[in-house]
């Protein structure tokens, strides 16, 4: 058990336009989500951290306006690059735990190529 | 601020060889996990440390944990060259929001076990 799809795994599109990135958990309800950030080389870096039907609480330096994150359900996160330029270029990571001092389990990401 | 220190960044040996990847971090933490990630892949879970002392082996990986020094290590015996990934720690913090605790990387170690 404990499956996290990731949706899509790859996106490249142009500057300008806003890209949606769902996460789900299959097969458990997520009381909490978190997304991270991956450059190339580097290590994951946290977002920013939603639980279901309230607002998305995210990390010093990541803007609320450019990165939209929605938890409507307890099985589905949504993270949406808003207006995305080629800086916004990276790898993204969901993860979904059941709650509190359980473990995250991680989606398959999303590269995001932005031209 | 937490902060999560892994060395080598890098590392390139033998089949056959041990070595051993550190994991110092800055403040008091419970839990301490370690991934593995493959090139443009997500991470996978290889192991959970909960407690002082703790040790858990999986084939030819051995993690540890001293909660008193802050420090984990991650052991490779006779490495094989399947082994070859990028390995994370990552420790938990307390998030604030009440919800899952958010998870603070390590660089990570990149691996390479050269036939």
């Known amino acids: 058990g404990a499956v996290v799809s990731q949706h899509p795994s790859w996106v490249i599109c142009k500057s300008g336009t806003s890209v949606k990135i769902e996460c789900r958990s299959l097969d458990f309800q997520a009381t909490t989500m978190f997304w991270y950030r991956q450059f190339p080389k580097q290590s994951l870096m946290l977002m920013a951290t939603s639980n279901e039907g309230s607002k998305a609480t995210y990390e010093q330096g990541v803007e609320k306006d450019k990165f939209l994150i929605n938890h409507a359900s307890l099985t589905l996160s949504t993270l949406t690059v808003t207006s995305a330029h080629p800086e916004d270029s990276s790898f993204y990571i969901c993860?979904?735990?059941?709650?509190?001092?359980?473990?995250?389990?991680f989606g398959d990401g999303t590269r995001l190529s932005i031209l | 601020e937490l902060k999560v220190e892994q060395n080598p960044l890098f590392l390139s040996m033998q089949e056959g060889k041990n070595y051993t990847i550190y994991c110092n971090y800055s403040t008091t933490s419970d839990r301490l996990y370690w991934y593995r990630q493959d090139p443009g892949k997500s991470l996978e879970s290889l192991f959970v440390l909960l407690s002082n002392g703790a040790v858990k082996q999986e084939g030819r990986l051995m993690a540890s944990l001293d909660t008193k020094a802050r420090l984990s290590t991650l052991h490779i015996t006779a490495a094989v060259h399947d082994l070859s990934a990028t390995y994370f720690c990552a420790v938990v913090f307390q998030y604030s929001g009440g919800g899952a605790d958010g998870l603070t990387f390590g660089k990570g170690t990149h691996l390479i076990i050269q036939p």
């Open positions: 993860s979904a735990s059941r709650g509190l001092r359980q473990p995250q389990h």
